[in-house]
């Protein structure tokens, strides 16, 4: 395989598992890896802007990666083949380079392989130092990229850096690197941990945004809830168990968008993420998922207003809902709770998987579903029923062709940026599913709405009769449903006195 492959491979894999890391990245005896002529350990990659201030003070408004206790152990081997009074007896090197000039570091003899370090051939041609990074200057910055040498001594097994602060005064996206070129110091392991902070605080450069986010999501689910609660009150007599749901689908909302607001703030400040605080954001997260879908699905199934209740189809729906919650939240763990350093892309996407399978088998599962009840509120000719569940599918089909759209800019969004270059605007990947989220709940919210004439759209257990437009729209009480299927096969059959509740019996058995 091609070392520059290799290399490009390496710190994409780097990027990917540390990019979602705390601002203060922790090494526990982390072992070099061997990429090519050098040993190599990532140490981080986040987007940082230029500082804004060169003060220091607690929100100072700098920009900087400090490296503490950084503390490297060599072989027992490796110190042994040194004596006591030599001064310089193993070379590591802290390399910071932007993206943008990730082909500064490295180069080829000839046109040949790529190498790290610097070998006889590239000492000739390149005037690099042997047994060193080969580094070549910035186009726009001479002094980058930034190389710091940590010297063994002697013969002793380990060896500290000094306590450095690298200042940033361009913004963009960073990676720093430990290499060493010493082929004796392989097996070489460090511990300590570097502090990446931005102008405002100590959140990733991509997930800053998302703090004023979570504050504008959390305004506007309580405008949604003081809206939604004072019609909930003031027509308390009347709701309808399907409204019950509503509520506590935005009580939720509101609760996750508050927590999320706190998690951020916490990281900011402290460059570390709370396990507990985050975990708790997660699975609050995990329910109001799992409930609004479930909410969808049991409206889509004309729960409560074709139907006085699910039937035999409640265990399969709760089974779902139980399915759909587990893989959420393990997905979400992953991805938000400690460190993911330790999660290969396989094991991600052995999570993501059963958690997107789901979300189609939902999907279809709605819309097969929704199908059916609008063909029984058809042949019923129930004119205000009709109406509502026209408009409620209208805006899931909008929903489902919005999530297609946005997954295939989302798939060239992130095919495109390899090394998270475009980190400024990567958060509003995150933001598009809680808008459209919000977004569909605020329309179940108005179709929905709690007032005096509720009870129009819920289920009567009266035999069905027709009743045309404008009569149906002065009603109060809506008329009786069945199942589609099965009231269309029998009025072609003559038998239209079956009751409803024997149509839901046969519905629910059929399947």
Request: aromatic residues 12%.
């Amino acid at each position: 395989m091609d070392l520059a492959y290799r290399i490009s491979i390496f710190l994409l894999l780097s990027t990917a598992l540390t990019a979602a890391n705390a601002s203060i990245h922790i090494y526990r005896n982390q072992l070099f890896n061997e990429v090519g002529n050098a040993y190599l350990l990532p140490g981080g990659s986040e987007g940082l802007a230029a500082s804004l201030s060169s003060e220091k003070s607690v929100s100072d408004g700098r920009s900087f990666i400090r490296f503490e206790n950084i503390t490297f152990w060599r072989t027992q081997a490796a110190a042994d083949g040194h004596s006591d009074k030599e001064h310089s007896t193993g070379l590591i090197q802290a390399v910071i380079f932007e993206a943008a000039d990730r082909n500064n570091i490295g180069g080829s003899a000839y046109g040949g392989q790529r190498s790290i370090c610097c070998t006889p051939d590239l000492a000739k041609l390149e005037g690099c130092k042997q047994g060193e990074v080969i580094r070549i200057p910035s186009a726009t910055d001479s002094n980058w990229p930034i190389v710091l040498n940590i010297h063994f001594g002697g013969n002793y097994l380990s060896t500290s850096m000094d306590k450095t602060e690298v200042p940033i005064t361009k913004t963009g996206m960073y990676n720093l690197f430990f290499i060493a070129c010493d082929p004796k110091l392989k097996g070489t392991t460090m511990s300590g941990k570097t502090v990446w902070k931005n102008p405002d605080g100590y959140l990733p450069g991509r997930m800053a945004p998302l703090m004023k986010f979570y504050v504008y999501m959390t305004i506007a689910y309580l405008l949604l809830s003081i809206i939604w609660f004072s019609q909930y009150v003031r027509f308390w007599k009347d709701i309808l168990l399907l409204q019950h749901c509503i509520t506590a689908v935005i009580g939720l909302g509101l609760f996750e968008m508050i927590l999320w607001y706190l998690d951020y703030s916490n990281f900011n400040s402290s460059g570390m993420r709370p396990v507990v605080l985050t975990s708790w954001v997660v699975t609050v997260g995990a329910i109001r998922k799992t409930l609004a879908r479930l909410l969808i699905l049991s409206v889509s199934m004309g729960y409560g207003v074709v139907r006085p209740t699910l039937g035999g189809l409640t265990s399969k729906v709760l089974l779902l809902g139980a399915t759909y919650f587990l893989a959420s939240e393990l997905l979400d763990i992953t991805e938000y709770v400690g460190t993911i350093n330790d999660v290969s892309g396989r094991a991600r996407l052995f999570l993501v998987l059963p958690d997107a399978f789901l979300d189609a088998f939902l999907i279809l599962w709605i819309f097969t579903s929704l199908s059916k009840t609008l063909e029984q509120l058809q042949v019923k000719r129930t004119s205000a029923k009709l109406d509502l569940y026209r408009k409620f599918s209208n805006a899931l089909a909008v929903a489902v062709i919005a999530s297609v759209g946005w997954i295939t800019f989302e798939v060239y969004f992130k095919a495109t940026d390899p090394f998270n270059e475009r980190w400024q605007s990567a958060w509003i990947i995150t933001t598009f599913w809680d808008i459209l989220s919000f977004a569909l709940l605020c329309v179940i919210c108005y179709l929905w709405a709690p007032s005096q004439s509720s009870q129009r759209y819920a289920y009567s257990g009266d035999v069905g009769e027709e009743f045309d437009d404008e009569e149906a729209q002065s009603l109060t009480r809506g008329q009786s449903d069945g199942d589609v299927g099965l009231v269309k096969q029998e009025r072609n059959n003559g038998n239209a006195g079956i009751s409803d509740h024997e149509d839901d019996m046969e519905e629910d058995k059929r399947e």
